[in-house]
């Protein structure tokens, strides 16, 4: 009788054991809410598929919401937190409004691809909560885009931006550009525009009044720009062009000899803010010293066909692997720094990406 209870209780434990330790890896999974305001967009297709990779290779439950703007976003933000149970935000924007009710909740945020505008990253910064951001150097985009048409020989060029104000991005690229032209004053720029958008207007404008022009930069090149350039019989290789973003034909486009330059990958971006808030999740490593500066990033830059070509292969997969991120996060490698993060920011390229490959 002693040794059926003795096998009964030995047999409890057992399954006590079992319950208790599915129990905890249940608990035990990270759940990780990623905001972002344009999903169906190629981009958000992107963000989406790499954060589908990381929750796999990481046993991390990924949350995706939808990031509106104004009252919307923070009634987003206020719904997905009012239930419990999300560790940490990776959000595309950003601001007090929705810094106070993380705060509230005691919910850490990293912000990727946009940072919070230089009005409101004092006051976000201050929130023990808000852990910085990881952003692409918009700056760095706006100069290569008018160095590239510089090199292609274009001397008489004009400039196509987002409304000032508007995108904290595009006034960055708009700024870089110009820097690009102060320093070349053999490059005439003949006129800018800001518009909401509508830069297949300016290539109708800039068409019928600057004959001589050369080349057309913009804060972002859509399919519109192409199309009108048809229209406007100057998609010969008479007018070059470049901006940053993919857009459908850009392929062609720079086939043909009409663009020059283009760049993308910010996905990766969404990575790294995934290893920023990781370290401090696993172990409460702030890895960013001073939130009140992003770490910044190269994009993955484009500048002829066989560029593009590439591109179109390697963005098909996660820009980096689960092992090259779990070297940037310090329970997994104690040697990692806020240098690790900085350096491979302006490393990226898509020969780095062939390095780290090995192809």
Known sequence: MKKIILVFLLLSMGLLTAACGDDDSENGQLRIAVGYGEWESALGIQISETFEYLAEEFDVEIVEFLMGGGEDGLAAVESLLAGGGIDGIIAITWDVARQLTADRHQVPVV????????????????????????????????????????????????????TTGFSQSHDDRTRGAMHFIAENPNMNLLAESYTMGLWHEDVIAFAAIFPEMDGMAFTSVNIGVYSMMEIEGIADGSVRIAGP???????????????????????????????????????????????????????????????????????????????????????????????????????????????????
């Open 111 to 162: 912000t990727a691809l946009q940072f919070p505008s230089e009005a409101e990253i004092g006051s976000i910064a201050a929130f023990n909560t808000f852990l910085g951001g990881v952003i692409d150097d918009e700056f760095w985009a706006g100069y290569q885009a008018m160095r590239a048409l510089y090199l292609s020989g274009s001397r008489n060029v004009t400039w196509s931006g987002l």
């Open 245 to 359: 973003d993919i857009a459908a034909r850009t392929g062609e486009m720079f086939e043909k000899g009409v663009q020059v330059w283009s760049c993308g990958g910010q996905h990766a971006t969404a990575m790294i803010g995934f290893a920023v808030l990781y370290n401090y999740l696993m172990d409460g490593t702030r890895i960013i010293p001073d939130p009140l500066t992003p770490i910044q990033r190269n994009y993955l830059e484009i500048t002829s066909f066989e560029d593009y070509l590439e591109f179109a292969a390697v963005i098909e997969s996660p820009l980096y692997s689960a092992q090259d991120i779990r070297q940037l996060i310090r329970y997994y490698n104690s040697a990692a720094t806020f240098d690790d993060f900085v350096r491979g920011g302006r490393e990226f390229s898509l020969d780095n990406i062939r390095m780290r490959r090995g192809n």
